[in-house]
Structure formats: structure tokens, C-alpha cells
């Protein structure tokens, strides 16, 4: 059995908010880029490919990021354009891509072409 050093834990109501939610923005995309194949090697290998599990996760984080980009400062535009990228990468792996406007959380970012 292996030990481990103490790490300090840091208290959640320690964390500043900005911090808190550009973390929850990370996991979503890093979901995302997961569900759309990105993460492997050859993304076009499409062994990981769910679209329907990834359009669910894009709308979240463009929820997220609509209501909380006040907040985000100089964090805003880097996790802006990692959305779109994503909402981008969806269109493209979809085999019928969605009309722009409809496309996954388009209804809150508006249409990514």
C-alpha cells in the first residue's frame, strides 16, 4: 500500500465562484470532446461517438456559460471559444447536422456556423 502525502483539502466555501464554475465549464467540455470521438486518436474512428449523449452535455455548458459569463471574467472568452468549438465539432460529426440556431445549447449561445 502506497501513502499518500497529506494533501491539503480545501474547503468548498473556500473556493471563489469563478473558480468553482470555470471547473464545472472543464468537465463538461472534457465530456463533450469525449462524446464526440475528439479524445481518441483517430476521432474519426467513431468508437465513442454519442452524439445524443454529447448534445445534452454542449447544452449544459452553454447553459453554464450564458448565465454565469458576467462572472467569468478573463476566463469568458477562452471557455466561449471552447463551446463553440464543441457546438463546431457537433455539427460536423453529425451525419444530418442540425439547421444553425438548432443546434446543441444554440438556443442560448444563437447560431454557431
Known amino acids: 500500500m502506497t501513502e499518500q502525502p497529506d494533501v491539503p483539502v480545501r474547503e468548498l466555501a473556500d473556493i471563489p465562484a469563478v473558480e468553482v464554475i470555470s471547473r464545472a465549464a472543464v468537465m463538461l467540455?472534457?465530456?463533450?470532446?469525449?462524446?464526440?470521438g475528439l479524445a481518441e486518436e483517430d476521432p474519426?474512428?467513431?468508437s465513442r461517438l454519442d452524439l445524443d449523449e454529447a448534445r445534452r452535455v454542449i447544452t449544459a455548458l452553454a447553459g453554464l456559460v450564458t448565465?454565469?459569463?458576467?462572472y467569468l471574467g478573463p476566463h469568458a472568452g477562452p471557455i466561449r471559444d471552447g463551446l463553440q468549438a464543441l457546438q463546431r465539432a457537433f455539427r460536423?460529426?453529425?451525419?444530418?447536422?442540425?439547421?444553425?440556431?438548432q443546434g446543441p445549447g444554440e438556443k442560448y449561445t444563437g447560431p454557431v456556423y
Open 29 to 36: 467540455m472534457s465530456s463533450a470532446a469525449e462524446k464526440l
Open 67 to 70: 448565465a454565469s459569463v458576467e
Open 92 to 101: 460536423e460529426a453529425s451525419a444530418h447536422p442540425d439547421q444553425p440556431g
Open 44 to 46: 474519426n474512428g467513431g
